[in-house]
Nanobody, 115 residues
Framework: QVQLVESGGGLVQPGGSLRLSCAAS????????MGWYRQAPGKERELVAS???????TYADSVKGRFTISRDNAKNTVYLQMNSLKPEDTAVYYC?????????WGQGTQVTVSS
C-alpha cells in the first residue's frame, strides 16, 4: 500500500524559510518521480516542483530561485526547501507520486506566510 506522509508546514513571516518533508512507503522510491503540489483557498491545485529518479528537477515559474526540491533515496524521502516565502505561497502543500497508473497523494501540510 502506497503511503505519503508530509511534515514541516507551519506559520512563517514573509521572507522566512520552511522545509517540507514527504516520507514514502509501499513503492520502490528510487525509481519514482516525486512532486510537490499546492492548493490555495478557492484555487486549483498546482504543481510546484518535481524531481525524477535521475534527480532532474522542474519548478513552477512562481517559485524558481526560491524553492529547491531534493530527495534522499536512502530515507525514501523527498524535501521541499522554501526560502524567501511570500504571502502568496500560503496553501496546503501535497506530496505526489504515480504508481501502477494511479496518482497517490499525502494528507497535505499547511503553509501560512503572514506577518
Amino acid at each position: 500500500q502506497v503511503q505519503l506522509v508530509e511534515s514541516g508546514g507551519g506559520l512563517v513571516q514573509p521572507g522566512g524559510s520552511l522545509r517540507l518533508s514527504c516520507a514514502a512507503s509501499g513503492i520502490i522510491f528510487t525509481f519514482k518521480s516525486m512532486g510537490w503540489y499546492r492548493q490555495a483557498p478557492g484555487k486549483e491545485r498546482e504543481l510546484v516542483a518535481s524531481i525524477r529518479s535521475s534527480a532532474s528537477t522542474t519548478y513552477a515559474d512562481s517559485v524558481k530561485g526560491r524553492f529547491t526540491i531534493s530527495r534522499d533515496n536512502a530515507k525514501n524521502t523527498v524535501y521541499l526547501q522554501m526560502n524567501s516565502l511570500k504571502p502568496e505561497d500560503t496553501a496546503v502543500y501535497y506530496c505526489n507520486t504515480f504508481h501502477t497508473g494511479y496518482a497517490y497523494w499525502g494528507q497535505g501540510t499547511q503553509v501560512t506566510v503572514s506577518s
